[in-house]
């Protein structure tokens, strides 16, 4: 709360006195009042190592605006461990969380009347959360990505927190011995930072930097390396010209903008889990952004890095390649980017991109134009009976992209795991998994666990899975998420039986249920939605206001 900035007159200034006395009992003096109040969001917590690495970037960032001769207001943020969480009830919490965070960084910002905020976090849900808050305070804000993590190592190979849920499946299986099993579960995860691939979460730390709210290299830098902690003391430098010069999120958060994070999604192979939390974005900026938006972009950007789940390389090895610059620069040369874009540094995207070199040559990880992985991008908008508001799949690099068979149909995630583990589940069937959306599960928790389990018995491009909750972005193989609307709001999913014929077509990007409409029609007239699973508390609030998962899964939705 800047008084002398912000008072009118004398009178006003008098009636402040006694909020000038609850900063005077923190040790501010009478010159500080006229000094911007920062806010420092900070995601710091030993819940998860995703964020066990924040609190160095957290004091890094206060240091450094003390610095700029600001006055660092900090707050926390909570966080939800989706790899702990996944497979247990906990994950219903996850989805939850984004709405959580973001009410904690609007509300913090806006009920303490802070000049500009800076946000740091690490896992999946941190970022858009973080950034939703950022856009409904619309003070000036920057993104501090925690960092990603280093790989874990085993008999030479690189692993990472996907590798042991795949162990499990090859274990159950028996294609791993015991010892191999216990010794990847002990070392895929060496230390702080968020999940190594490009899943959710370096996913979204890639897509702000496009976007703008980042600065540039940071969303691919290691949380045990130093220099993520100078890029946040500079990150902390940024936020305080920007104050000076009043650039707010929503001069930065635009339709043309969201095509450039959107780009680079579709560039880097990046998480299904974008495609949600893009649409929340979009809502909180007031920006028109449809899920066929997606689909429209991913018709234009071919798919240039070689990056896990689906390839070889993990998020430290892309900022070794050159980072998020090196593949914007390739997006921007080829006419593919909206240069023009104002970012948090003052500068436009083609003014952050001016002097990034050409490709090293002496890399694999980042393609050239001429010679993508893949020509269109990765993420589809799959309609059909079964989806007719749409749903999403990635859909490049699939050895059989059209998959009919007979429905297999599982009420929650745990009967569908305890199915395949069972060895249940043969080559050819597609798994229906429902009530697991916005509103039945509540909270669209991922299904991370039955399809790594899948891949790890060797069903990953055999069997199809679709369902109307979310997917880890380490998830790959012939699945459908998203699927609209959800069963528990009647959509079709919920009328699905047991053998039922459906068709996963990537080629036509259709999602079909073979039977009749009049035998549909009979199915719905004989359906009732269940009770819901939570009455009280926090699941039960988001499951009574949460939008469709076509429309970002938002709550406060028109």
Same mark, same amino acid.
């Given at each position: 709360?800047? %008084?002398?900035?912000?008072?009118?007159?004398?009178?006003?200034? %008098?009636?402040?006195?006694?909020?000038?006395?609850?900063?005077?009992?923190?040790?501010?003096?009478?010159?500080?009042?006229?000094?911007?109040?920062? *806010?420092?969001?900070?995601?710091?917590?030993?819940?998860?190592?995703?964020?066990?690495?924040?609190?160095?970037?957290? @004091?890094?960032?206060?240091?450094?605006?003390?610095?700029?001769?600001?006055?660092?207001?900090?707050?926390?943020?909570?966080?939800?461990?989706?790899?702990?969480?996944?497979?247990?009830?906990?994950?219903?919490?996850?989805?939850?969380?984004?709405?959580? %965070?973001?009410?904690?960084?609007?509300? &913090?910002?806006?009920?303490?009347?802070?000049? *500009?905020?800076?946000?740091?976090?690490? &896992?999946?849900?941190?970022?858009?959360? =973080?950034?939703?808050?950022?856009?409904?305070?619309?003070?000036?804000?920057?993104?501090?990505? =925690?960092?990603?993590?280093?790989?874990?190592?085993?008999?030479?190979?690189?692993?990472?927190?996907?590798?042991?849920?795949?162990?499990?499946?090859? +274990?159950?299986?028996?294609?791993?011995?015991?010892?191999?099993?216990?010794?990847?579960?002990?070392?895929?995860?060496?230390?702080?930072?968020?999940?190594?691939?490009?899943?959710?979460?370096?996913?979204?730390?890639?897509?702000?930097?496009?976007?703008?709210?980042?600065?540039?290299?940071?969303?691919?830098?290691?949380?045990?390396? @130093?220099?993520?902690?100078?890029?946040?003391?500079?990150?902390?430098?940024?936020?305080?010209?920007?104050?000076?010069?009043?650039?707010?999120?929503?001069? %930065?958060?635009?339709?043309?903008?969201?095509?450039?994070?959107?780009?680079?999604?579709?560039?880097?192979?990046?998480?299904?889990?974008?495609?949600?939390?893009?649409?929340?974005?979009?809502?909180?900026?007031?920006?028109?952004?449809?899920?066929?938006? +997606?689909?429209?972009?991913?018709?234009?950007?071919?798919?240039?890095?070689?990056? !896990?789940?689906?390839?070889? +390389?993990?998020?430290?090895?892309?900022?070794?390649?050159?980072?998020?610059?090196?593949?914007?620069?390739?997006?921007?040369?080829?006419?593919?980017?909206?240069?023009?874009?104002?970012?948090?540094?003052?500068?436009?995207?083609?003014?952050?991109?001016?002097?990034?070199?050409?490709?090293?040559?002496?890399?694999?990880?980042?393609?050239?134009?001429?010679?993508?992985?893949?020509?269109?991008?990765?993420?589809?908008?799959?309609?059909?009976?079964?989806?007719?508001?749409?749903?999403?799949? !990635?859909?490049?690099?699939?050895?059989?992209?059209?998959?009919?068979?007979?429905?297999?149909?599982?009420?929650?995630?745990?009967?569908?795991?305890?199915?395949?583990?069972?060895?249940?589940?043969?080559?050819? @069937?597609?798994?229906?998994?429902?009530?697991? =959306?916005?509103?039945?599960?509540?909270?669209?928790?991922?299904?991370?666990?039955?399809?790594?389990?899948?891949?790890?018995?060797?069903?990953?491009?055999?069997?199809?899975?679709?369902?109307?909750?979310? +997917?880890?972005?380490?998830?790959?193989?012939?699945?459908?998420?998203?699927?609209?609307?959800?069963?528990?709001?009647?959509?079709?999913?919920?009328?699905?039986?047991?053998?039922?014929?459906?068709?996963?077509?990537?080629?036509?990007?259709?999602?079909?249920?073979?039977?009749?409409?009049?035998?549909?029609?009979?199915?719905?007239?004989?359906?009732?939605?269940?009770?819901?699973?939570? !009455?009280?508390?926090?699941?039960? !609030?988001?499951?009574?206001?949460?939008?469709?998962?076509?429309? =970002?899964?938002?709550?406060?939705?028109?």
């Amino acid at each position: 709360m800047n %008084i002398n900035r912000r008072s009118k007159n004398i009178t006003e200034g %008098i009636a402040r006195a006694p909020n000038r006395s609850m900063y005077y009992a923190m040790g501010y003096t009478s010159s500080d009042f006229g000094k911007p109040m920062i *806010g420092v969001a900070n995601g710091h917590s030993t819940i998860t190592p995703c964020n066990s690495g924040l609190q160095k970037l957290a @004091d890094a960032a206060i240091n450094a605006l003390i610095a700029c001769n600001a006055n660092p207001q900090v707050f926390g943020t909570p966080t939800i461990s989706d790899g702990m969480a996944m497979g247990t009830e906990g994950m219903k919490y996850s989805l939850v969380s984004r709405e959580v %965070i973001s009410d904690c960084v609007e509300t &913090c910002v806006g009920g303490q009347w802070m000049d *500009g905020v800076l946000v740091i976090g690490g &896992c999946d849900k941190n970022m858009p959360g =973080g950034l939703m808050g950022m856009l409904r305070a619309n003070v000036p804000a920057i993104y501090v990505y =925690g960092g990603t993590i280093l790989p874990g190592k085993y008999k030479g190979e690189d692993l990472n927190i996907v590798s042991v849920f795949e162990a499990v499946g090859q +274990f159950t299986a028996g294609k791993m011995t015991e010892e191999d099993f216990c010794q990847i579960e002990r070392r895929a995860i060496p230390g702080s930072g968020s999940c190594g691939g490009m899943y959710t979460a370096n996913t979204m730390s890639s897509a702000f930097e496009a976007l703008g709210v980042s600065m540039p290299y940071s969303s691919t830098m290691a949380n045990v390396h @130093d220099e993520i902690v100078e890029a946040t003391k500079l990150a902390a430098k940024t936020l305080v010209e920007a104050v000076k010069r009043d650039l707010k999120p929503r001069d %930065i958060v635009t339709r043309k903008s969201i095509e450039n994070a959107v780009a680079v999604i579709m560039a880097t192979g990046g998480s299904t889990n974008a495609v949600l939390h893009f649409l929340a974005i979009a809502h909180a900026a007031q920006v028109e952004w449809s899920i066929d938006d +997606f689909e429209r972009m991913r018709k234009k950007i071919p798919v240039l890095c070689d990056l !896990k789940p689906s390839g070889r +390389f993990l998020a430290v090895d892309l900022h070794t390649a050159g980072g998020i610059p090196a593949v914007m620069k390739v997006l921007l040369d080829a006419g593919l980017l909206n240069g023009d874009c104002i970012t948090i540094t003052g500068k436009t995207v083609a003014e952050n991109l001016a002097n990034i070199p050409p490709l090293r040559s002496d890399q694999d990880v980042i393609r050239p134009i001429a010679n993508p992985m893949y020509a269109e991008g990765h993420l589809a908008i799959l309609r059909g009976n079964l989806s007719p508001e749409g749903s999403v799949a !990635k859909i490049s690099g699939l050895k059989n992209p059209v998959i009919t068979g007979p429905a297999r149909v599982f009420d929650d995630e745990q009967a569908a795991l305890a199915s395949i583990m069972a060895k249940n589940i043969n080559p050819g @069937d597609v798994m229906v998994l429902r009530y697991l =959306g916005p509103k039945g599960g509540p909270g669209m928790p991922e299904m991370l666990a039955p399809t790594s389990a899948l891949i790890g018995q060797g069903l990953g491009e055999t069997v199809g899975l679709i369902t109307d909750g979310r +997917f880890s972005g380490g998830t790959w193989g012939m699945v459908v998420g998203h699927v609209a609307p959800e069963a528990y709001e009647g959509g079709a999913i919920a009328l699905v039986q047991e053998g039922d014929s459906i068709t996963i077509n990537a080629h036509t990007l259709t999602l079909q249920l073979h039977v009749s409409d009049t035998e549909l029609r009979e199915r719905r007239a004989n359906w009732k939605q269940p009770e819901p699973r939570y !009455k009280r508390g926090v699941l039960s !609030k988001f499951a009574r206001n949460a939008s469709s998962a076509s429309t =970002g899964a938002v709550l406060d939705g028109d």
